[in-house]
Structures are given as structure tokens and as C-alpha cells.
């Protein structure tokens, strides 16, 4: 596919985007890409679409704001916010695959400058796989940023001390129990991989991602956008009010600190892809796959990304929100395709959805499934839960829970449908034979072994 191609598909994409994306369907209710900013108040938005063949296609719609209203290009830089931990994490492996650091060694040996304690003041034990993974259990904390003039220092914002806004950084769960998001995972792991290499955190990125991977307009400095202030776009609260300064400052550089633009970060998520196909010279097909397998059993969180699999669309990546804008970047390995968009406004998460479901739509493949034969039985997708599955003259009956039974509707890629539920379920294979059944019900998937 030639970049021709890329333009000729997007520019009809982005007429027909749909409202109404929860069921991942093309609704009749679509707008332009236009529409969709007026109606949402988001002055610019940045595109990119890639390929694994290397082929890349990038636009700018909107302004960036501010005093003049200077168009979004597709060197237009935004701020990536959460992406920074997939970024990070990229880089983090990298140090592992190197001997540099390893998973599942506890992270006092690295740190030396910092420890992390509970809130009675011990040291717990938790790992760099848990910091990646969100699974360290540590404070619950979104990182909003700061003016240019009272930026603390990274030291400062994990004891909360200073001018920072946040408490400090600890573990308050029991670590590896479950998976809580948090910013203050990555602070922690901004600190070690400092400490490990004795390198400060921008520059390192630089050496281990950036640079490697030909990000050539992004960067994790904190002056990075002070210095080509004419090529970033201003952030704007909901609404549409402008931040005072045109952006906040992220000493959390790891959990919400790089600038980049859409081609930038797609080019790492297509790297990755290639990495897990055994086909890069950046990071080993292991190491890659850890970064897209969920660390929870039945979760949607890898190292640093975010992992969406069901039937008919898998994908991973990583969404972002920072004071003043919204972005998220995917690729669809089976298809080869990614796509990242950026906006400069809070506002942004409708129409990124909708950019989103187009791109599902048109990149997402088929995923393999049991073919529908001897999965009779009672699965369980809790101990107090039990599934009762039975095939009668070719069809499915389904009982969850002490409900009645219902018939279930075949679909196509080997789904079964709820008649009267939002569920559908489907079989995968285990041992060569269908003993795991997926239920999906509102975008949330869990499995069910049968007994």
C-alpha cells in the first residue's frame, strides 16, 4: 500500500466517522472530522497511519492555539501523557534484555537514592515487573503537572514535598494482588532506571527508544517545547479555555512526560509489532510479548500497554490524558497497522473514539476460534459462579448464575450471542481442545475454564 493509498482511504474515514461507537458498528449518526471538533470544542488534532512495510501517511486538522492560529501539521508536537509509560516501558525492557535490570528482581536493588515504604513506614517487596505492569499496588495518583516556574523536582514529587500538589508515593496494597492504575508506578520507575544507569532519565530514553527507534520530534526534556514553541500545540481545558502558559509542566517524565507527534508514536507501536514477530533489532520476541500479555489473569494491562483482544479486533497501545490534551496510539498486528491521533484539548475523548472505531473497523482481522463441537459442560468463571453449556441438535444452551437457560445465536468469527443480554461469548482452544470460554460484556472480557 503506497502513502496515495493512506490519504485516499483516511479522507474518506474521516467523513463518515461514527457517534455512536459502542457497538462497534457503523451507525447511521456519523459526522466529518470537522463536526466533531466543533461539536466537541477541540481546536487541533493530529493523525498518523503506518504500516509494518514502513509506509506512513500523517495530517493536522484545527490550530494549534494560542495568540495566532497556526495550523496543526503533522510535525505538530502534543503532549503524549499516559503514552510516556509505553514509551518507558519500551525503554525499561530494553535495560532487562541488556542484563541491565531484571523483572522480577525487587526494586531495592536498583534504587539507591530513594525507597519506596508502606504508609507504617516498612520496606515492601515489589518488583520492576509490578512497577510496569500497575501491580505494585502504590498510591492511587494522577499527576495533573505544573507551571513553568513551580516545577518540582522527581525526588521531591515521591515524598511529596516542595511545591508538589500530590502525597508521596507508597505502597498502600498488597503488591502483586491486583492491578490498580497509577502514575506513581512509573515516578518509581523513573527514579530506579536513574539510579541503574546513573544517566539522567531524558537522555536515556533518548539513547534506549527515541532515537533508536527514529522519533526524531519527540522528546522527554522538559524544555523540549519551550524551545520550538511554534510547532506545539496549546492545550485547553473542557470547554475550550486555554491553559495559562500553553501547557503544564511534567516532572513525572516517565507516567506523563514525553512530546511527541502521531507519526512518532505509532513508529514505536509498529516496532514492537515487529518485535513480537521476531523481527527487530531493538528488543527481543520475549521480551516484546511480555509487553502485550496481561500481567492479571483476565486482565487488559501488559508492561506499559494496554491490550485489547476479543473476536474481530485485537489490538494494543496506550490511551493518554494530561491537563489540556487527549491521544491514543495502537497497532492491529495481525493486520500490520497502526494508527495514533493527538488532540490539544480535554474534550477530546468522543472524538477519539470515534477515530478509533474507524480504525477497528478497517484494520482489525479475524480472530481464530474453536470451531463448535464438543464443548458441552460446566465451566467456571469463579468458584461461586458456575456455566452450564450444552449443545442440543445444533444449538448452543447457555445458564450462568441460577438463570434460566436461553438459546444462544451463532454469529459470524464464532461468536454466540445473548438474546436478551449485552454478552457474547466465544471458544478458545486449550490442549488442542475447547476448554476456555470468553464472555465479553460492555468492552470487558473474562474467562471461564470448564471442570
Keep these: 500500500m503506497d502513502d496515495g493509498d493512506f490519504s485516499l482511504d483516511w479522507v474518506r474515514l474521516l467523513g463518515h466517522l461514527d457517534r455512536q461507537v459502542s457497538s462497534g458498528l457503523l451507525s447511521p449518526d456519523t459526522a466529518t472530522l470537522p463536526d466533531l471538533m466543533s461539536s466537541y470544542q477541540v481546536p487541533g488534532v493530529g493523525i498518523a497511519v503506518g504500516h509494518l512495510g514502513g509506509q506512513v501517511w500523517a495530517a493536522g486538522y484545527g490550530v494549534t492555539g494560542g495568540e495566532t492560529a497556526t495550523p496543526v501539521t503533522e510535525r505538530t508536537t502534543f503532549a503524549a501523557c499516559s503514552i510516556s509509560k509505553h514509551v518507558a516501558a519500551f525503554g525499561a525492557l530494553r535495560l532487562v534484555q541488556d542484563g541491565v535490570l531484571d523483572l522480577d528482581t525487587d ?254 473497523r478497517r484494520y482489525a482481522t479475524r480472530v481464530t476460534t474453536a470451531p463448535l463441537g464438543d464443548v458441552s459442560g460446566r465451566y467456571a468463571l469463579r468458584d461461586d459462579y458456575p456455566i452450564d453449556i450444552a449443545v442440543t441438535d445444533g444449538h448452543l444452551t447457555f445458564a450462568a448464575g441460577g438463570q434460566q437457560p436461553v438459546v444462544l445465536r451463532a454469529d459470524q468469527d464464532g461468536r454466540y450471542l445473548h438474546p436478551g443480554l449485552d454478552l457474547e461469548i466465544r471458544f478458545l482452544p486449550a490442549n488442542g481442545q475447547p476448554d476456555i470460554v470468553e464472555l465479553r460484556q460492555e468492552g470487558v472480557t473474562q474467562t471461564a475454564r470448564r471442570s
Design 107 to 360: 526494586i531495592r536493588e536498583y534504587l539507591t537514592s530513594w525507597q519506596l515504604l508502606d504508609r507504617a513506614g516498612r520496606q515492601p517487596t515489589v518488583t520492576v515487573r509490578q512497577l510496569l505492569a500497575h501491580t505494585a499496588g502504590l498510591s492511587d495518583t494522577w499527576y495533573r503537572g505544573y507551571p513553568a516556574d513551580r516545577v518540582p523536582s522527581l525526588s521531591q514529587v515521591l515524598d511529596g514535598s516542595g511545591p508538589t500538589t500530590t502525597a508521596p508515593v507508597r505502597a498502600t496494597l498488597l503488591p502483586g494482588s491486583r492491578f490498580r492504575y497509577s502514575g506513581s508506578h512509573y515516578c518509581v520507575l523513573q527514579q530506579l532506571l536513574v539510579d541503574a544507569t546513573g544517566t539522567p532519565f531524558e537522555e536515556l530514553m533518548r539513547a534506549s527508544v527515541l532515537d533508536p527507534v527514529a522519533m526524531v520530534d519527540s522528546s522527554f526534556d522538559e524544555r523540549f517545547p519551550h524551545q520550538r514553541s511554534h510547532l506545539v500545540a496549546r492545550g485547553h481545558h473542557l470547554g475550550g479555555t486555554a491553559i495559562p502558559g500553553g501547557w503544564r509542566t511534567q516532572p513525572e517524565l516517565a507516567a506523563a512526560g514525553l512530546w511527541s507527534t502521531p507519526t512518532d508514536l505509532l513508529r514505536l507501536d509498529l516496532e514492537i509489532a515487529r518485535a513480537a514477530s521476531g523481527h527487530s533489532e531493538l528488543l527481543g520476541r520475549d521480551l516484546a510479548t511480555e509487553m502485550w500479555t496481561p500481567q492479571i489473569p483476565g486482565g487488559s494491562y501488559g508492561l506499559g500497554t494496554e491490550i485489547g483482544d476479543r473476536a474481530g479486533c485485537r489490538r494494543f497501545g496506550h490511551t493518554g490524558l494530561n491537563v489540556g490534551y487527549t491521544c491514543f496510539s495502537y497497532v492491529w498486528p495481525d493486520s500490520g497497522f497502526a494508527v495514533a491521533a493527538m488532540t490539544n484539548s480535554e474534550d477530546g475523548w468522543e472524538m477519539l473514539a470515534s477515530l478509533r472505531a474507524a480504525a477497528d
